[in-house]
């Protein structure tokens, strides 16, 4: 079985070179508050969209995260590449603003049977030619801590596009799938997250997982939901370990630094 190695380098301010192809990070910002970290996020990626209300959060809340700047500066910094949707959320002002400095806008108010993530994630899929998508990872600022349907919303966007790389980010954790295709190898930035962490059998239960690297490993272990699933779980070290049958959601605290 083929080995998937995961590292939440983006949460460092420089990302170390260790010798393998680097990844290209895209990020989507969301219509939820923006975590503080986001600068770093937006300075690590190389395409940056706001998902429909995300543009207002974007225009809000970056001027809070340099409450000592000009707003006005902050948002000229901060311009996305893209901003997609139905459009049924963003402000009028907002949507002026950053058309004006030159932001794409790819309004699909047609469809109203996928959500704005949704449609953010088929942009960086198929319209975005330039980018190298050899080693592509997504990055979603404000995923959790709102509305469950939008939260189980985001969440299903991670099985739409599976075998993309697509990380789910609030303030407080992040988020991401580990397919059931490969074994895996998570690499702990232990400066910017952890010891709190869980493997959660969402979408169908897991017969057999086993893992290392936890301070309650898991072996040759049943999951699901009605029986035993991984919350509340500790890190040991630097490296955590993951085989299972079925497909898993990874998830793991950000340290407030
Ligand atoms: N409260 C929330 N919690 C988590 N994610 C959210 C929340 N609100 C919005 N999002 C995410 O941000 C994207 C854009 O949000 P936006 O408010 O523009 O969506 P919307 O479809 O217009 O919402 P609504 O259901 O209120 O009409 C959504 O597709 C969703 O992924
Ligand atoms: C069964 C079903 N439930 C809800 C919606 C509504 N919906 C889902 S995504 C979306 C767009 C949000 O920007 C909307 C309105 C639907 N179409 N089908």
């Not at 969301?30 to 970290?37: D, E, T």
């Not at 907002?94 to 058309?99: I, P, R, S």
């Not at 330039?130 to 997504?138: E, G, H, V, Y």
């Amino acid at each position: 079985m083929e080995l998937m190695r995961h590292s939440s380098s983006f949460l460092l301010p420089t990302i170390p070179t260790d010798g393998r192809s680097s990844t290209t990070y895209a990020l989507v910002i969301l219509n939820q508050n923006l975590p503080r970290f986001t600068p770093l996020l937006w300075k690590h990626a190389q395409v940056r969209l706001c998902a429909d209300g995300g543009a207002n959060r974007l225009y809000d809340e970056m001027p809070e995260l340099f409450c000592s700047e000009d707003a006005l500066d902050v948002r000229r910094r901060y311009k996305p590449d893209v901003i997609k949707g139905d459009m049924d959320s963003i402000r009028s002002e907002v949507l002026d603003f950053y058309t004006t400095l030159g932001t794409k806008v790819v309004d699909e108010s047609h469809d109203q049977d996928t959500t704005d993530l949704h449609k953010c994630m088929s942009y960086i899929c198929d319209f975005t030619p330039d980018l190298d998508k050899s080693n592509l990872c997504i990055l979603v600022a404000g995923a959790l801590g709102g509305r469950f349907d939008h939260e189980s919303g985001n969440l299903n966007v991670l099985y739409n596009f599976s075998t993309t790389r697509i990380i789910l980010i609030s303030d407080d954790c992040l988020i991401h799938l580990l397919p059931k295709t490969h074994s895996h190898e998570i690499y702990i930035q232990s400066s910017a997250e952890g010891p709190h962490c869980g493997l959660i059998p969402i979408g169908m239960p897991s017969k057999r997982t086993t893992t290392t690297g936890l301070k309650w490993d898991l072996n040759d272990t049943e999951m699901k939901f009605g029986g035993l699933i991984s919350t509340s779980n500790i890190v040991k070290g630097e490296k955590v370990t993951v085989q299972s049958d079925s497909d898993l959601l990874w998830t793991i605290s950000i340290k407030k630094l």
